[in-house]
């Protein structure tokens, strides 16, 4: 565009027309439209006297002009999407207003500059800045979005990257500058492809990579022909329940997959005759002790057991044996190089010997050279220095390996920010080797840490970017088009021992953690002694068995926000000194038992007036009477493998009573769920309703319409489910409607057309659809549907308008993740 063209096409003026309706008219925008209209006010004279003086800018000058001219295009554009979009549609006027917020910064630095003096030079590089800064708020925002758009944000990119530097370490396995990792994959496999051994042993310290080894011999082609595919990987950790894993061996290498996982299996050291050809080959990850290994060992022919411990077992106990040595120096230089520079060698344009040193100092342990390597990943030299001689004085003479690996990750901790130090101190708070639900953690930084939910993501993100934490998407989600509800967080035990070995400087009393490492009987013993003055902690995690009333210490906790009882027993008394807790707002209870646990003492919710989240899991609910002392600041419920037959079923409950200001409830594989109560369609305060995976679900509230506020209803794999109510069209603000895997489910009710600002429509695995109503057509908001190929055809008309408006995802069928 010529300047004069610009100059002439009344751009900024009509803008500036706009932004004074918008400054009427929008409150979300109105803030930025009057701080435009003062800048255009005064670039208005500017622009005139450069037209007037008919000079032709250089040429370079009159580039950067033209970038700008596009931003002011874009500003007008963006005003009358302002002026067009609906008050009602809440997600999408958040949004504009962002942009807005962007168009202002772009405005601001062009105008701070010294405009008449230097007529636009620096209009490019403030551009370009700008650009990054609007990148990061696009991705905050976009990390919370449900879908729409199917690109899952950056929280979706970042599991991508993941799952990218999966496929690239199994995939250069032998290409890392030596053959270590294929060495020992080849040997490993010689002792289970011989008649000679039935237990062969993976050795090894921590962070060396036995599950990695552990992990690729178990998918190799030849290993799985060998055992005619029936490898099974299962996870022992420092606190395993034995009688479950014995029940669950005895199911995988008999073949009954019906086994209950609370039944208890045969005297697995005696020996049972399935059959010689029956060969199976068992992997058993991250084995603490002999006596846990002895308990789990099981005899029978053509069954086989691989061990993987960071101990060497007695020849009585482990046949043979693979001990994993450190990397070579060129294997060592090729992992860092890849997480450091993205290229499996040293760069030309780096100082090798500097390079080089870093990595000596990891001691060519894979995991501190994978996570110092993506610390480092684009600093400056003066960085990588700095980094360099901290490692070095990390050392000191005759320490272990495994002291060693701690002291080198902490310097990846010490160059984190503030706020992702703390976050990442309170992955600690969870059991090792199991899945964190990503909903509970978000949940748990934003109480702490006085943050947004966005900004929680941005620090999952930047963890994970790190390889501080892993992000796992759910085997149930099949898919990219998954929101974040089937993303979860997993650490590597060498990550959450430093977290642990991080919180637990200074006095019991004075941490702003209390985390117990393993499970336990009781309370630590350092705690008990210490009971007499209060504790400061902020963050309690327990991990114990059952626990009565007389197995709890009176606890002073006032400063706490964050309990989290982690447990595995068929009752739990709930700890007595939640009462000494004013300051708690979020609680989390996991059970790790094979049964749902009865809990007891539930009085002491009485006293938790400042509660806003709540996380049960493999809980029996409790009969809420009607005295219940309703939880006036609870804003979020999560209920996960619960039995609530004797609770949520009752058609008398008082929801919005017990709950006056939820806003999120989620309810996932509750047993014996048959149907909401009808109160629940009086909670205006809700905006996310989710019922998964309830099979006993047969039909939701008539009134389900009056929830005004609701954005979102997820009903996904309700098999008995066969309609929603005829008045979902009520729900105005709904943006996101899930009935994936409802079975039964003939067809969407005639009203939904009502649902104005519904976005996305997940309805895969739905066989019985077999028409669409009419009123679909006029869904203004629609722009994603999610159906398998025989359902998309009834979408066709609507197609014709809205190009690309189905996907098919690709089918995925497991329950792995349940043995999580």
Same mark, same amino acid.
Request: proline letters at 4%.
């Given at each position: $565009? ?15 027309? +706009?932004l ?5 008219k929008? &409150?979300?925008?109105?803030s930025?439209?009057e ?23 250089? +040429? ?7 970038? =700008?001219?596009?931003?002011?295009s ?19 006027n ?17 105008m701070?500059?010294?405009?008449q003096?230097?007529?636009?030079? @620096? ?6 800045? $700008?650009e ?7 991705w ?7 879908? *729409? ?30 053959t ?18 039935s ?11 036995k !599950?990695?080894? *552990? ?19 299962? !996870?022992?950790? #420092? ?31 005696l020996?049972? @005759?399935?059959? &010689? ?19 789990l ?17 007695p020849?009585?106990?482990v ?7 450190? %990397?070579?120096e060129?294997? &060592?230089?090729s992992?860092?190089s ?17 390079v080089k040193q ?24 003066m ?24 002291e ?15 976050? =990442?101190?309170?992955?600690? *708070? ?8 990503l909903?509970? %953690? ?48 997993? #650490? ?6 430093? &977290?642990?070995?991080? /919180? ?5 009393n #004075? ?14 013993? @350092?705690?008990?002694?210490?009971? *007499? ?13 059952? $626990?009565?009333? $007389?197995?709890w ?10 309990l ?33 646990a009865?809990?007891?003492? !539930?009085?002491? =919710? ?10 049960f ?17 609870? +804003? ?22 017990l709950?006056?200001? %939820? ?25 996310s ?5 309830? @099979? ?5 509230? /008539? ?5 005004? =506020? ?8 309700c ?6 109510? /005829? ?33 996305k429509?997940?309805?895969r ?14 869904l203004? /908001? ?24 189905? +996907?098919?995802?690709q089918?995925?069928? !497991? %329950? ?5």
């Open positions: $565009m010529a300047v004069t063209d610009f100059f002439a096409g009344e751009i900024a003026t009509e803008l500036l027309k +706009q004074i309706t918008i400054s009427r929008s &409150a979300s925008c109105r930025s439209a701080q435009l209209i003062v800048y255009i006010r005064e670039l208005l004279p500017i622009i005139q006297e450069i037209k007037l003086t008919g000079n032709e800018l250089p +040429q370079h000058r009159q580039r950067q002009l033209d970038s =700008f001219s596009e931003a002011l874009g500003g007008l554009e963006l005003a009358n999407k302002v002026l067009n979009s609906p008050r009602w549609n809440v997600y999408r958040i949004r504009l207003a962002r942009k807005m917020e962007k168009l202002e910064k772009t405005i601001s630095r062009f701070k500059g010294p405009v003096a230097h007529v636009l030079a @620096d209009v490019h590089h403030v551009r370009v800045d $700008m990054e800064r609007f990148d990061r708020l696009e905050q925002l976009g990390a919370m979005k449900i879908g *729409a758009d199917g690109d899952g944000g950056w929280l979706g990119a970042a599991v991508k990257r993941v799952e990218e530097e999966q496929r690239w370490c199994e995939d250069n396995l032998v290409n890392l500058g030596g270590g990792l294929e060495l020992g994959k080849m040997k490993v496999k010689q002792m289970l492809l011989t008649n000679e051994f237990v062969v042993g993976i050795h090894g310290i921590g962070g060396i990579g !599950t990695t080894l *552990a992990r690729e011999i178990s998918k190799d082609e030849e290993i799985k022909s060998y055992f005619n595919n029936r490898v099974f990987f299962l !996870t022992v950790s #420092q606190s395993p329940n034995v009688e479950q894993l014995r029940s669950r061996i005895w199911g995988m290498v008999t073949g009954n997959t019906t086994v209950n996982h609370g039944d208890r299996s045969p005297q697995m050291n020996r049972y @005759d399935v059959g &010689a050809s029956a060969r199976v080959l068992l992997v058993l990850d991250d084995v603490w002790t002999q006596s846990v290994l002895e308990q060992l099981i005899k029978i022919p053509g069954c086989k057991i691989m061990v993987v411990s960071r101990l060497k077992f020849p009585s106990v046949d043979c044996y693979y001990e994993l040595d450190l %990397l070579t060129n294997e &060592a230089v992992l860092f890849h997480f450091a520079f993205g290229q499996t060698s040293i760069p030309l344009d780096a100082d090798k010997l500097l870093v990595v000596d100092e990891c001691k060519r342990l894979p995991l501190a050279l994978k996570v110092i390597g993506a610390s480092l990943k684009g600093q400056s030299e960085f990588w220095t700095s980094a360099k001689n901290r490692l070095s004085r990390g050392q000191p003479l005759c320490e272990s390996h495994e002291v060693q690996l701690l080198r990750m902490k310097l990846s901790i010490d160059y984190l920010s503030e706020r992702e130090r703390e976050c =990442f101190l309170d992955l600690g *708070a969870f059991p090792e080797d199991k899945r964190i639900p909903d509970i %953690l978000i949940n748990m930084w934003v109480e702490l840490h006085d943050i947004d939910e966005q900004e929680a993501f941005a620090v999952l993100v930047q963890l994970s970017d790190k390889n501080l934490l892993t992000l796992v998407k759910d085997a149930r989600a099949g898919d990219k088009y998954s929101s974040y509800y089937e993303i979860s967080v997993y #650490q590597h035990d060498v990550l959450r021992d430093l &977290a642990i070995h991080l /919180s637990n400087v200074g006095g019991v #004075q941490r702003s953690r209390l985390l117990m490492p393993r499970r336990e009987a009781g309370i630590p013993k @350092d705690w008990e002694r210490n009971v *007499a003055e209060p504790f400061n902690a902020r963050v309690i995690s327990i991990h114990t068995g059952e $626990m009565s009333e $007389m197995d210490l009176r606890m002073d906790c006032p400063k706490t926000e964050v989290v009882l982690n447990f595995a027993s068929d009752g739990y008394f709930l700890p007595p000194f939640l009462d000494n807790m004013p300051k708690l707002r979020a609680l989390i209870l996991i059970n790790y038992s094979t049964s749902n009865v809990l007891h003492n !539930t009085a002491v =919710f009485s006293s938790l007036a400042n509660l806003r989240s709540l996380w899991e493999k809980i029996s609910l409790p009969l809420l009477p009607d005295t219940t002392i309703p939880l006036k600041n609870l +804003q979020k419920v999560s209920l996960v493998l619960c039995d609530i037959s004797k609770s949520v079923n009752r058609s008398s409950v008082d929801l919005p009573h709950f006056p200001r %939820l806003s999120e409830l989620t309810m996932d594989h509750c047993i014996n769920l048959t149907e909401l109560p009808s109160s629940i369609c009086q909670m205006q305060t809700l905006k309703l989710s019922v998964t995976n309830c @099979d006993s679900l047969q039909e939701l509230p /008539s009134d389900l319409g009056k929830l005004s =506020f609701l954005k979102i209803l997820r009903l996904s794999a098999p008995n489910l066969r309609r929603l109510p /005829s008045r979902v069209g009520n729900l105005v603000r709904l943006q996101y409607l899930d009935v994936s895997q409802c079975v039964n489910m003939g067809c969407l009710p005639e009203d939904i057309g009502g649902c104005a600002s519904l976005e429509i997940d309805m695995e739905c066989p019985q659809m077999r028409s669409l109503p009419v009123s679909v057509a006029a203004p /908001s629609l722009r994603r549907v999610i159906c398998d190929e025989e359902v998309s055809w009834l979408w066709k008309d609507v197609e014709k308008g809205r190009p690309g408006l189905c +996907q098919v995802p089918e995925c069928f !497991t %329950l792995d993740w349940l043995a999580e």
